[in-house]
Structure formats: C-alpha cells, structure tokens
C-alpha cells in the first residue's frame, strides 16, 4: 500500500512524474484510458484558462474578489479524478479543475465568484456543495455527508478539500478526529499550496508534514506532490478504495504552490520572495501532464493548440452567459430564506417591493 | 392517554419519529448508552441501534457541522447539545452553513435539522448550565427558535421541528424538565411552528412569555386575578418566526402589556416585542409595556441565585403595575 | 493636525499606545508582514516588533483565548478578526470568559482586551464578509461594544477601549475605512466610553444611529433639512453601555424618532432602544418610533446588494414619515 | 531524555513505581527530599478527605454537584510539584491534589463547589486560573498566559491540565497548535481518566494513545503512568525544563482512572463494568505510594494515622468556614461585571434592592 510506503513520519513524498514527464517510479504510474488522460489535460488547460480570465474581469470590475487557482490544478484534479458520479466533492474556493472534471458548469462558477448566488445552484443530483468561505467549515459538514452515506451502505466517498491554513482551525481537527471514531468514508485533502494570505506554512503549525496531523486521529496520511496529477489520482485512489472498503479516512497533503495572490484583492510580493515563485514555476503541473503525454506520443503541439483554442471559447461561452444572466430580483433574496416565508418577512419584502416601487 | 412530564414526552416524541421515518437520527454527548444527561434519549439506542442514536467525541462544533452534513446528505439529524451555555461553539456552523444553505443555493439545498438543548437556570446548576441566551439564535435569519413550555407541547413541536424543512433550535427549559406532568396523546401530533398558544383569555392586559416563565407567570396571574385583574396569557412558543400578530392583535384589545424573559435584558425577545408593539399598537397602549427580565450580569451560581431569578412575585407586581397605570 | 482616513487614525493610535505602553500587543492574522488585510496595523511590526505584532495561525477560538491569557498575565492585548463573518468562532470564548472572568474571581483578575473587527457591507464583498451581527455581543453582560463612525473618532475611541480596563469588541465600520477623511490630532486622545455623540441639533425629530450609518444619515438628515424638517442625531459611539440616557433625553425633547441600524431588525440594538423609549419617554411619543434596519435576510452576494442597503433616501422616507405622524 | 525514551510511537508508557511502590527503574527515581516527598503523600490524603467530604455534603443537599477526584491524585499533583511559585497553573476541574500542592486554600474550592463567586476568588500572586467548565476552553488561555510570560522573559512556564474528553474540542487543538508554532512555554497535562461522562476513551478518538496528538504539533508528547505521582513528577520536571529553556512546549498524557462518577449527578453504572473499576482501585495512587514511603521506611502505620487525623481535620475546618462564609449579596452579584458599573447596571442593581426590600 501507498500508504505504508509513504507514511509521513517518513518524510518521503509520493511521485509518480518528474518535472520533464518522465515516470519516477513505473510501478506507480496508473492505468488510465488514453481518453481519461486526455480529458486530465483539457480540464487544466481549461481551468487555466477560465481561471487566468476570471483575474483579468476582476482588473476590469467585471467579477468580485478572486482567488486564482493557477499552480494547483493537479492537486485539486486529481482526486476528483478517484471518485465516482454517486461520490460527494466538498471544495473551500480554490478547486477549479476538481470542480469541472466533477461535471460542475463553470458559468455557475463565474456567476458565483460574479456575486449572484445562483452560482451556488448546481443541479440536483451533481453531489457538490457550494463553495466554502469559513476557513475548515466544510470539514465537519463533510464528515456528516460521509456517515449518512455509511449507515445507508451506499459504498460512496466524500471528498474533501481544504487548505494548510485550514488545518489551524478547530473544525478540522473536530471533524477529522471524528471522523476517524467513526471511521467515516471520508478523503480528506489539504492543498498545501504554502501560504495562507501572507503566512507561510511554517508559521501555521511546528509539525514538519501536515499529512502527518492524520497521527492525531488514528488514521493514516500521506505526503504528496501535488503537482503531479499521477500521483495526486494513485493516492486518493488507494484511500479512496480504503474508504469503500469501510477502512475509514485518509489524509492527503497535496505539497503544492500558489502561483497568483491570495485573492485579487492581494499583494504576495508585499511578503513572499519572488524566487520562490519563480522556482515554482518551473514545477508547473500543465507544464508537467504535457510534458508526460507527449512522451507518451499522445499529444503534439497542433493538438495543443486546438485544446487551448477551445477552452478560450468555452471561456468567452461562460463569460457572455454569465454577464447575460438575470440579476437578482427583491423577490429572489428574500425567498430563500426558509421554505416558506413567515409573515414578518412576508411584510419586510412588501416593504421593499414598494420602496424599490418609488412607493414609501 | 398516559401523563406524562416533558422528559418522557419528549423521548416519546422520538419514539415515535424514529420509527416513523428512518432517515431521524439523533447524534450528541452521551445520547446513547447513557440516555443523554437528562434522560431524554433514554432506550434510543437499544430500540434504534448506534447507526442512529450516536454517541459523539466531545466536539460541539463537529456535532452541528456533523448534522449539517447528515441533512444535506438525505438524513433528518437531531444534535443534542448538553447545555446551552456550550452552544456558543456551534453558532458559527449555526449562522454560517445551517441557516445560510438554503438561500446560498436558491433553494438547491436545504438542512433539515434540529440543535435541542436544555436552557435556563433554577435548578442550583455549575456556571455555564444556567444560560437563557436564546436572543442569540433568534437574531440569525434562517434558523427557527422554538421553546415548549409544557410536557404535551413539547411533544408536538419536537415532531414539528424534526419534520421542518429548515433548521429549528429548540430550547427545552431545564427547570421543566420534570416539573409537572400532564396528559399527553400516545400517537405523534403536531403543533405548527410560528403560532403562540392562548393559555388564558382576560381583557385587562397581555401577558407574554415562553418556556420556563410560563408556570411562574400562571402562577401571578392566578393571584391578580383574584383581585380582578384578567390577563390574556400568550406563550410565545415559537421565538423565531415571531409570532407577534397573536401579540399586537392581544394588545389591541387589552391596551397594557408585560413580557416575561428568562434572558437578561439587553436586545431580548422582549426587546423585539416591544418594538413590534410601537409599531403596530402604539395608539391602543394605555401604558408602557414593561420587562421583566433578568438583569444585564452573568447568571450567578447557586448562592446568588435568589438576587436574580424571576420569581412569580415579581412578575405580579409589573401586571398590577402595568393594570393599575 | 494631519487628514486622515480611519484606517491611518487607527494605525496612528496604535502606534501611540504601544509606544506609550509595552504591555500593548496586537495579534491576529495577517496583522504583521502584511499589515492586515486592510492595512490597519502597516508598519506595526517593523516599529515594535514580532513579539508584539503577532501574526497567528489561522485559529479565531485561539487567537480569542490567548487574548484573554495575555490580559489575565499582564498584557493589554488587541485582537484582531479578519471579519466579523469569522468572529462567531469567538463568541463561545468571549461569553464565557473574557465577558466573565471579572465577576468568576470577584474582581480578583480581569480581562482587559479589544477584539476589533471590520464589520458590515457595501464594498461588494463575498459572503461572510458584509455582516453587520453586533448584537450578538451587545446581549452579553461584562462586555463593551464600541463603534466609530469618522477617523478621529475612531482613534480616540480606539485608544480608549485599549485602556479600558474591560474586555472591548470594537467594530470597525468597513465601509468607511477609506471613504472620509478629517483632521486627527497627531498625539493621543481619548474619548469616553458609553456617551453618546451629539451630531446635530434640532427640535423636530431624534435620529440616532452609529458606525457606517452615520454618513447616510448625515445625507437624509441634509435633505430633510431643507423641507424644514430640524433633526436631533445622535452616533451611539458605544452600543453596550448604551447611553440611552441621551437617547431619552433627545426623545422627549421631540417625541419623535427614527433609529438606523445596518443589521438585521430581529433582537438588534434598535429594538432595545425602542424598549428603552417605551420604558422611560413612551409618554412623550408623538409618533411611533421607526427603525430602519436590514430585512430578516442573509446579506445578499453583490448583484442582490441593492435590494438590501440602507439607503439615505430609506432614511429620509422613515425621517418624514415619523415627522409627519 | 525521557521524551526521546517515551516517544508515543513507540507505545511504551513512563513508570517509577509499581503498585507495591517498587522502583521499576532506579536510575528514573527522582532525587526529592523526604519532607517533600512526605508533603506529597499529606497532599494525597487531604485530597482525598475532601473528595469524599464533598460527595457526601453534597448528598446531603450541603454541596452542589461536584465532580470526585478519586483516584486521580497522582496525575494532578505530580505536575504541581514540579513547577514553582512563579508558574501558572491552569485547571479544568478535577485537579484537587495539584491546587492543593500550588497552596489554594481548599475553603475556596468549597466555597466553589457550594455555588459562592468567592470561591474563586484567590489571593493575588497565587497564580491559579479559576475552575474551568466549558471543556477545553482553558487551554488557549493557557498558551496566551504563556506567550506573555515568554516576551517578558521571565522563564516561568504555565502547567495546563485538561481531561481525555478535551483532547477531541477544537480549542485543544488551536491551542496546541499554536503554542507549537510559538514555542511558548506551556506544560500541557491530559488528565487520560479512561471516561468523559459515559464515553471511553476509545469513543473519543481512534488515536491508539492521546500522547501521539502532539505529533501534530510538531512538539514531543509523553504517556506516563498517571497514578504513579514520581513518574508524573519525572515527565513535568523534564517539559518544565525544556519551557524554561524556550524548547517549546510538551503534551503529557496522564494514564490514570476516575474511581468515582463524572459527577454527583451522574451514575457510572449505567454505562461502565463494576469489573473495570475493580481494576483501577488494585492501582490507587495513595496506595502507591504510601507503599514506596513504607519501603523507604519514611512512614508507618502509626504516622499514617495523624495523617489522615489531621486531614480529617482540616476538612472539617474548611467545611465549618466554607458553611459560615457570608453568601452573596444583591450588590455582590452586580458589583463585577464591570469595573466601573454602567447606568443601566445601576437601575437594574437598584430595582433589585427595591424588589429585595419589599418594594416595587
Ligand atoms: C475562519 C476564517 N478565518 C479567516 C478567514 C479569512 N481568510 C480567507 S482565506 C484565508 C487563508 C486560507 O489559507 P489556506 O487554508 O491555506 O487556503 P488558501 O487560501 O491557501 O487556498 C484567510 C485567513 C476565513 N475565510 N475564514
Ligand atoms: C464544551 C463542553 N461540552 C460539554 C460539556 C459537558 N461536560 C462536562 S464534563 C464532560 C466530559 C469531560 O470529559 P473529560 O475531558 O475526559 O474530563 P473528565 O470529566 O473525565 O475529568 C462533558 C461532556 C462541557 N462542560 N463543555
Ligand atoms: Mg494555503
Ligand atoms: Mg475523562
């Protein structure tokens, strides 16, 4: 088992592709379908592309504060890679390409980050919640999803996201400690991307891994280079089975690194060391499935170019869709509020319907 | 027709909807072997086994969060938590995903779930098992605050709460837990959610409470009354959504009003009320409406009890007050 | 006497206090390299200091609770909440001992700390990031809630509330961070707590609000004006104390009166005005009192904004309305 | 070091004494002076004469509900004894023998336990943090105490206790992490009392010991046995230096039993095997050692006697002061919410003296 040979007290880190595409150790290289690795790259490419765009409509006032994936694309995809259609994906917000393998319309995303809630409104039956802004708040939600669908015997997952300044805060060690007592289906991923804001990850916790938190809760952990999408898909894989199987949770930390700012609304250079993004750079996770998939003689640059070609117009569909989109009306804030509108909010939108009205 | 006191009614409750629908179940601190610290979920897991009667790590925050997740998840979790006074943990979990879900999704999704928890003082409790701060919860759009006052009515709004579509607080007055008993229904019935029950019609002014206040305000009214002083007695029962028609639509006949709050002072129920009140009664008021309230300072333990409970004397004397301005 | 924003006047009383007192330190997250993420503690670090400027992990329960450590051990800590959608994490800590410690030991230890956070809306912010919840805090006994509404108020209050021997939660307006300028007195000055700030005077009508409400109601209030309509308005400043006392006072010179407040209605500081104005000025109402206030809704995404802010024109509406009666 | 010796990982548990106070392991018998080590065994007894003194007023209505120490007297006193007047120490609420050790007057623990503010009312320079209810929470303060202590550079270290319930609440964890991430000077003790309420310890978490939580913290963690009060004092006195020393801080779990119920409320039949208890009371720490005194001829049956008289004693003392104690007066419960009392407090406070009087 991965797990075993990867325990975190270790201090090994599961790879599978080194930065030129070369395969590390082939006893670990998946057997995926052509098609599935394919999809793999279109989905970063994509996410890269709507991603780099979401920034630039921030520039120009067109989409709120954002917070740029660029540089985690393997770590959130290949996870959502593991799991099924019937497995739950609960994200924190820096999970793009996770999200668009899971099958989730990016227009509900640009809607979303654009200020309308219903880019929080997926279609029935996606298992995806909406984003999470409380940092770790999704974790014990997650744990709860996991044992609903344990004690039906559903033989589904949960997959969690959160990053490492989430594994600071009270709810991740409640939830993942439980989770563990009850050896919960849950795969539970830190995208280490080193920072959270302006703090890097050695001022969030003393403990040289973060996989190796999993100690604290009786399950195992493993360290991961989350930008290498074999590696990131071979270890949610294994826990992911585990979990099937009814051998509870694992840890996953997906080492990665945040390429952008925190948000739009961020300066990294006020706090971080330009050489150390440019160092990451060169471990680019697009740059490395390229890489492997033209080795592997299934990509070439004419290929290449006609996928970028065609996230960018997937991109432009969203972004006219999304700006085309019906803004909320005084109706649609207040209706949502419970199932059915008790009477002093029936009278609270009354109120605002006539003042909206030009009325008093 | 058994009698019966709020303990037993609300383990019944449970009974009753556990087996009725197997998508309840309960999760908290000792709910299981244990029974639940005041016996409310007693035999629970011997009838419906530890898949759904669940015995959690002491882990508040994980408890509503774990319960968030059971109802998006296609359960109907009822979360135990054992005292108010921790329930502070969970408002954040409450304010952010329990009571947000629904809207944050256009109605996508929605939890189901109901965070029970004994509150209120009176029972000589350590610090921190005496709070009464359900102002907190009432404040946050999206939750339901409900409050039973008496064992049948507890009964019913638990099976209205597990059965709410939206997530529902329900407060369960300690000091009641076993402090009167009365006739209640074997089979499960229901009490809408938003409604405030007519305990007594008068003509002279409107007595407002809810929960643990209610036997205590019976009490003075009985006393009053005997000096001709008749009080149209509301419980609350719901204190989010308010049900402050049943209120104004009192005071409009009655022109005087007290309202009764276990809570201290400060931006209380009765606060709300009260500017309820000014806006929809003002011009039928024949005199200020008065609180009797706790004080604005910290529940003090048992040996300061005395100094700060509301007692049916007190309560007295602001309805003869309020009748004779 | 230089112009500032209340971003640099809060900066600038910081760096005042901490050189005046060394037992002044300020934690949080984000609060050191990066200055906070609106850049209200810049420089703070350079000057005095990573033991003094401590940027935490990311742990609000912990960064609440070590708070209260250092004011039990002798230092005068000042928190800081990235929003007040994240400070709910705190409640449980800030209720049950840094409101409480003083009355636990009959005064033998106390907690003299601040927990500032930026708080409300209008600056098309993700969710969680627009909340205007003070009312949770204002109903706990052993707290202070204060907030400013212009740079030099905030400074003195600010300085204040870091000397104040009791524990301060100071909401910094969000929205008027940057909006205003005006001249702060470059030395440090305080400004007592629990008064409220007399804006304007005038006999026709009381207009009370605090924090981002106040330059909106400095709008209506011009508007008003020049129907001839002479408003009273009061800057709560510190909403627990409340000094309802100028409230009162002002209430009963014009027997009318409109409160403001960006939150929710439910339980929120205007209701307890209004109870307030009811127990002690009801006899002098010409008019019932008008609260404007957010609906009973979750703070809408940006594109809903609209449909929810006050806004001055709303202002104006409730300010003739009421003058009208 | 012991730490290094003791490591969780490798399940190994930390003894002196065994249950006929034989030195299982000579060189790790602490060089303590007999009087101190006499003053412990008093400390014990007295503890326990309290305990039960308070289990009984308080089935005589004379108490309130209070939770018994029996059997936990080593875990709680061996850490007093190894930090000195300057320290901290930080309680939850089970941790007699340790305040009494600290020097609290066990009046005010009464005083405490019968419901009177005074209670905790100590004197100034004591250096002990009042009772702690809501479970876990003490455990930020703790680290906060300490990082001050720490920027002042006094080198004294705050001792924490908290039970094996805490160790699953998110502030244990915040707390833990963050004096990990700071270094502070803080002893954290886990009281491992087998029970939180009628959860086992094994329902609390699926870490096969809470000594191992510390992995995730980056800081060394230590399971001692905690009805042995030498190895208990061992294990503080060496996470003491390492504080003193600006190593950082130490998670110490403490393998002991609660004899009694959770409280006076509480039955333990219901949920726990008489057998089990049985067990535990084989391994009574006072048992322990008074047996290591005997067989260092420190003590004999006679001297045990005026031991156990004069502790008699002193509870009865405290039990006749803590019942004369003046109760609290409507000002007293007013008069420390703030330091100076608002306007309002003030007609609440004089409204109740009027109610209090007779008057409306
Ligand atoms: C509970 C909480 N506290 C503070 C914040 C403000 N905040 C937003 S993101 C962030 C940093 C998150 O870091 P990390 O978990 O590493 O995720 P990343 O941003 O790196 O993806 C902070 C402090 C928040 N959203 N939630
Ligand atoms: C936050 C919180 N939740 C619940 C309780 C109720 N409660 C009191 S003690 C206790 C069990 C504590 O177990 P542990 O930490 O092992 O300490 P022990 O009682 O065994 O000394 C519980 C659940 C509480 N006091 N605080
Ligand atoms: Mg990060
Ligand atoms: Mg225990």
Known sequence: MLIDDYDPLKKRMLQVLDQEGKVVNPSLEPVLDPDVLMRAYRTMVLARQIDDKAVILQRQGRLGAYPPNRGQEAASLGPAMAIGKDDWLVWAFRELAGLLWKGLDPLRLYLYWMGNEEGSHYPPGLKVLPAVIPVGSQLPIAVGMAY???????????????????????????????AGTFRTPNVFVIQNNQWAISMPRNRQTAAPTLAQKAVAYGFPGIMVDGNDVLAMYMATQEAVGRARRGEGPTLIEAYTYRMGNHTTSDDAKKYRLEEELKEWEKRDPLVRLKAYL????????????????????????????????????????????????????????????????GGR | MAVLNMVSALNQAFGGEMERD?????????????G????????????????????????????????????????????????MGFSYLTLSTMISHASRMRNRTRSGMHVPMVMRMPYGAGVKALEHHSESMEALFVQVPGLKVVVPSTPREAKGLLISSIRDPDPVVFLEPTRSYRLMKEE??????????????????????????????MPLIEKAVGSV????????????????PMDSTAVLSSVRKTGRCVIVQEAPRNCGVAAELIARINEGALLSLEAPVERVTAPDIVVPLPQGEGHYYITPGRIENAIERVANF
């Open chain 1, 294 to 357: 033209m080795n592997r003689g299934m990509l070439d640059e004419r290929q290449e170019e006609t996928i970028l070609g065609e996230a960018k117009e997937e991109t432009e569909r969203i972004v006219v869709e999304a700006e085309r989109f019906p803004r909320p009306t005084v109706d649609d804030v207040f209706k949502h509020t419970y199932a059915q509108m008790p009477r002093t909010l029936t009278e609270q939108l009354e109120r605002c319907r006539r003042l909206e009205g």
């Open chain 2, 22 to 34: 197997p998508s309840v179940v309960v999760l908290g601190e000792d709910v299981g072997r244990d």
């Open chain 2, 225 to 240: 009354g005997k000096k001709g002083i008749e009080c149209d007695v509301l419980d609350l029962r719901t204190l989010s």
């Open chain 2, 36 to 83: 639940g610290v005041f016996r409310v979920t007693e035999g629970l897991l011997d009838r419906f086994g530890a898949d759904r009667v669940v015995d959690t790590p002491l882990a508040e925050m994980a408890i509503a969060g774990m319960a968030v997740g059971m109802a998006l998840n296609g359960l109907r979790p009822v979360a135990e938590i054992q005292f």
């Open chain 1, 148 to 178: 609903a669908s344990m004690i039906r015997r559903e033989g589904t997952v949960t997959l969690s996201y959160c990053g490492d300044g989430a594994t600071s805060a009270g709810d991740f060690h409640e939830a993942l400690n439980s």
């Open chain 2, 184 to 213: 209640v229904e074997e089979e499960s019935f229901t009490i809408p959610l938003g409604e405030a029950r007519q305990v007594r019609e008068g003509d002279d002014i409107t007595v407002v409470g809810w929960g643990a206040m």
